[in-house]
């Protein structure tokens, strides 16, 4: 017959259980603790400081908030309009010196312009009047027409090769269009086969200048007012047009 397990004691009994790390030495059951090593002491593991990730979310939040101001400052900015101011009157910018010398003294200039937010828009009409001439009857002086559009919003420079020509010339008139190299970003000049009327187109970052001349003419005389040969008269505009382009950026 198999007699029930001997128990260790009178009233004790297995004891509490042994936790790994502790033991009981033979000398007064004092518990030795063994050396343990928490998780946040390995070095494979740094704890970032509580508010750290704050610092970091608060950086990219600032970042952000950077880009998107720069970005309305440049987008309410416009573009660079470079050093060109406007032009509250475009005949007194416009000096036509050398065309002056070459068809007659400047009379009756007339400008005009127009301010909005998106292009200003100044001309000017000038006559240019012959005085060997001036007394004739039906005498018609040489005109020069000046345009100066100044671009607030967006880029002319796309669409100024498909523009140059056809704000003076309209049906099946031929435009002769001829590279001006030396003036401004890009111009041409630009000649009619029907009129033989001279024009001269200037891009200029968001500036576009136009000059044009309609020669002058004794009208019911046997002889005309020789206006110039057309290319003649051209380094005399481009002459006039860089003076004028200077003095809108003065």
Not at 10 to 33: C, H, L, V, Y
Not at 88 to 105: I, M, P, Q, R
Not at 171 to 187: F, K, N, P, S, Y
Request: glycine residues 10%; hydrophobic residues 40%.
């Amino acid at each position: 017959m198999i007699s029930e397990p001997e128990l260790v004691g009178d009233e004790e009994g297995f004891g509490e259980p042994e936790i790994p790390g502790q033991r009981k030495d033979d000398a007064g059951d004092r518990e030795a603790t063994a050396e343990t090593v928490s998780a946040a002491d390995a070095p494979w593991f740094r704890r970032p400081p509580p508010q750290a990730w704050l610092w970091a979310l608060g950086g990219a939040v600032t970042a952000s908030a950077v880009w998107a101001a720069g970005l309305y400052v440049h987008e309410s900015r416009g573009p660079d309009m470079g050093a060109y101011r406007e032009s509250g009157n475009l005949c007194l910018d416009t000096e036509v010196k050398a065309l002056s010398t070459a068809l007659g003294e400047v009379d009756s200039p007339r400008p005009s312009g127009r301010e909005h937010a998106a292009r200003d828009m100044a001309t000017c009409w000038i006559h240019l009047v012959d005085s060997t001439a001036k007394e004739a009857d039906q005498y018609t002086p040489t005109t020069v027409f000046v345009t100066y559009a100044l671009h607030k919003k967006t880029d002319p420079g796309p669409e100024f090769d498909a523009g140059v020509g056809t704000d003076m010339f309209f049906g099946d008139t031929e435009i002769a269009m001829e590279r001006v190299e030396g003036l401004g970003e890009r111009a041409y000049f630009v000649l009619s086969g029907g009129s033989g009327t001279p024009g001269l187109h200037v891009l200029d970052g968001q500036a576009v200048l136009t000059m044009t001349v309609s020669p002058g003419a004794l009208s019911g005389s046997d002889t005309d007012v020789d206006p110039a040969d057309a290319s003649e008269i051209r380094p005399f505009m481009a002459e006039d047009m860089r003076a004028l382009m200077a003095k809108l950026q003065s």
